[in-house]
Each structure stands twice: as C-alpha cells, then as structure tokens.
Nanobody
Framework: EVTLVESGGGLVQPGGSLRLSCAAS????????MGWFRQAPGKEREAVSR????????YYTDSVKGRFTCSRDNANNMLYLQLNSLTPEDTAMYYC?????????????????????WGQGTQVTVSS
C-alpha cells in the first residue's frame, strides 16, 4: 500500500521559512517523480513543484520560483520542500503526491490527474 506522510508545517511569520518533509512507503520511491501541491481555503488544489527521479531541474509554479526548493533523498524515501520568504498568500494545506509514471512536460506537470497517490497534508500558516 502506498503511503505518503507529510510533516513540518506550522505557523510562521511573513518572511520566515519552513521545511516540509514527506515520508514515502509502499512503492519503489526512486522510480517515480514526485510532486507537492497546496490548497488554500476556498481555492482549488494547486501544483507547487514536481521533481524527477534524479532530482534534477524541478518544476515550480511561478508564484514560488526563487523562494521554494524541492529535493529528494531516494536512499531514505524522503521528499522535501524548503519554503523561504513566506507570505500570507502561501497559507495552505500542503500535500505530497506520487506521480503516475507517465511522462510530463511544462504543460502537464501540474495536472492533478498525473498523480495517483496523495498524503494527508500538513498545514502551513503564514501570519504575523
């Protein structure tokens, strides 16, 4: 059974940082691209980042480029998202997701249907 467990969320002041983690199990982690999504109250789920098997050249949504960094540790089945220079607009539940194994490009990496397993999420709240 595929299991994804996020952690690391919390309350942080604007301009602050957090590091989210996702512990994966139940599948060959090193064989799948992985993604991070977020959902704010009253809004649709939004793709934040996607990272390839080798960890190179992650995709990022425009609003987080230069502030967020996605990385992975295949030896320990861990996915990470470093969040810097946080703003109140980053407040959301953050989810990690396992890709379905299909190839994506710049026009498709963010589509939720390209992922087939999701964690329960970790809440990030940015407020003074």
């Amino acid at each position: 059974e595929v299991t994804l467990v996020e952690s690391g969320g919390g309350l942080v002041q604007p301009g602050g940082s957090l590091r989210l983690s996702c512990a994966a199990s139940g599948f060959r982690f090193g064989s799948y691209s992985m993604g991070w999504f977020r959902q704010a109250p009253g809004k649709e789920r939004e793709a934040v980042s996607r990272i390839r098997i080798d960890g190179r050249s992650p995709y990022y949504t425009d609003s987080v480029k230069g502030r967020f960094t996605c990385s992975r540790d295949n030896a320990n089945n861990m996915l990470y998202l470093q969040l810097n220079s946080l703003t109140p607009e980053d407040t959301a539940m953050y989810y990690c997701a396992k890709s379905d194994g299909t190839r994506v490009d710049g026009a498709t990496w963010f589509l939720p249907e390209r992922y087939n397993a999701w964690g329960q999420g970790t809440q990030v709240t940015v407020s003074s």
